[in-house]
């Protein structure tokens, strides 16, 4: 399963934490990291997720390579229309802060029916807002699970 995390290029400390521990949660989950790829909240969320174990995939706005933390760079040149592929890549998003450009991945996620859970986000109708990391992955999880049950550890064909 693939879950997209969004959320600003210029986080606060606060949000590069969860961001992490999010990363980490999803990786513990079986699961893979799409996201934008650059600094911030999608560097942090990268670095958590590969710090144990799991697989990040950056859909960069440019032609560059994005942070250290990637397994996967596509590189795109399509600027922020990018959001678009980020979030049709996925089976849920979370989303951690965030200004502007996460809004457009929202709307996006929503607009396509895509589950959109929250941490300290955008207040907005369709957004589930969450408490913890914990609580945030574990939905993201279970959503992405039903959307897809072929690609779910227990599901056919994989791990018993």
Known sequence: MQIAVIGSADCSDEEYRVAEAVGRL???NRGIVCCGGLGGVMEAVC??????????????RGTGDGNPYLDVVIRTGMGHARNV??????DAVI???GGYGTLSE?????????PV??????NIEGVVACAT????????????????PSRSPRGPGGPA
Do not use: Y
């Open 85 to 90: 592929i980020v979030v049709n890549s996925a």
């Open 95 to 97: 989303a951690v802060g």
């Open 133 to 148: 990391p914990e609580e945030a992955v574990s939905l993201a999880v279970r959503a992405g699970r039903q959307s897809h």
């Open 47 to 60: 670095r958590g997720a590969k710090e144990a174990g799991g697989t990040t995939v950056g859909i960069i």
């Open 106 to 114: 929202i709307a996006i996620a929503l607009k396509t029916g895509k």
């Open 26 to 28: 999803i990786a513990d």
């Open 117 to 122: 859970f929250g941490l300290a986000t955008w």
